[in-house]
Nanobody
Framework: QVQLVESGGGLVQAGGSLRLSCAASGRTFSNYVMGWFRQAPGKEREFVARIWWSDGSTSYKDSVKGRFTISKDNAKNTVYLEMKSLKPEDTAVYYC????????????WGQGTQVTVSS
């Protein structure tokens, strides 16, 4: 059974930085895609970034390109989201998710971690 546990959220001023972590367990993830999503109050959950565990390929939501970096540590089975130049509009609950490569849906989700950016 896949388990995803996020950490690293918090309160930061605009322009600041945070690093989120997602510790993954329960299986081998070499054939998985790991994603970060976020949901702001009153809004739908949206894609932020993803990384293919097999080769480290990445993709990002346009509004976070150049500010956010997704990465992984194979030895720790952990995925990171480094967030810089944070803006108040980045405020949301951030979720880690996992799916098999080629699958349309993310089947496994973490509990979420709150990121609040003050102006």
């Amino acid at each position: 059974q896949v388990q995803l546990v996020e950490s690293g959220g918090g309160l930061v001023q605009a322009g600041g930085s945070l690093r989120l972590s997602c510790a993954a367990s329960g299986r081998t993830f070499s054939n998985y895609v790991m994603g970060w999503f976020r949901q702001a109050p009153g809004k739908e959950r949206e894609f932020v970034a993803r990384i293919w565990w097999s080769d480290g390929s990445t993709s990002y939501k346009d509004s976070v390109k150049g500010r956010f970096t997704i990465s992984k540590d194979n030895a720790k089975n952990t995925v990171y989201l480094e967030m810089k130049s944070l803006k108040p509009e980045d405020t949301a609950v951030y979720y880690c998710a996992a799916k098999r490569s080629g699958s349309a849906r993310y089947d496994n989700w973490g509990q979420g971690t709150q990121v609040t950016v003050s102006s």
